[in-house]
């Protein structure tokens, strides 16, 4: 067996090993650097948490964009443009990047022509098509699903607003204030058009602070515009 994700301690010392002649900098976790020195050095930083060498690097390696694109989450590919061009732009103007990812993703062609705005206008129309934010506004409450099902009903939703769901949150997922022993949470998704945002946001509020005083029922978390949608 072999472990699918190689951490970056590990693979700091298999390029040690790789390239004995060179010092070896690490950044990450609770030691991030903000700067390295220059000289003949290899760098392992995590996704964020590259430092600045004089100059600028001579070649950047872009690791795990499986793991970074495959995320359950609606920024995923965004956020991780963001981080590639980051580290990319911390290579001098002579020096190679290479992706570690299949080219025909849209965020590593993205990435090759230097568009995010592109990029950016693409993730648009998708989501539009599908009906997710920014296109439109979403709700996410989660708790038991009396309780989600409750505040749904008691609020005053904006006309035209889709109730969707209960689903099952993933094992796991914890509600804050919601008992240990209660039933399993479940997730209710309430879509409005974008320019209901204010409205729905207004009406889920009052309907919790309703149910808060009566108190009724256990804690409901609700969340607008959430970047995990189940």
Known sequence: M????????????ELGRAFPGAA?????GESVLAEAPAGKRLVVATPGAEPVVPGGYGAALLLDGWLLLGRADLRAGEETLRRWMNATALVAPDGTVVCGAD??????????????????????????????PPATHLAALDG?????VAVA?????????????PV???PGVRVPGAPDDGPPPQRLLVRVARREGRSLARALFVAQVGRSLRREGDPVRIQIDPLRIG
């Open 144 to 148: 038991a699903e009396r309780d989600i």
């Open 2 to 13: 072999r472990a699918v994700i190689v951490g970056a301690s590990r693979t700091a010392e």
């Open 153 to 165: 009903e008691a609020a005053e939703l904006p006309a035209g607003a889709e109730v969707l769901g």
């Open 168 to 170: 099952d949150l993933p």
């Open 103 to 132: 080219a025909g993703i849209p965020a590593v062609q993205a990435l090759i022509r230097w568009d995010a705005a592109g990029f950016a206008a693409s993730e648009l129309a998708e989501r539009a098509e599908v009906g997710f």
């Open 24 to 28: 070896v900098t690490m950044s990450g």
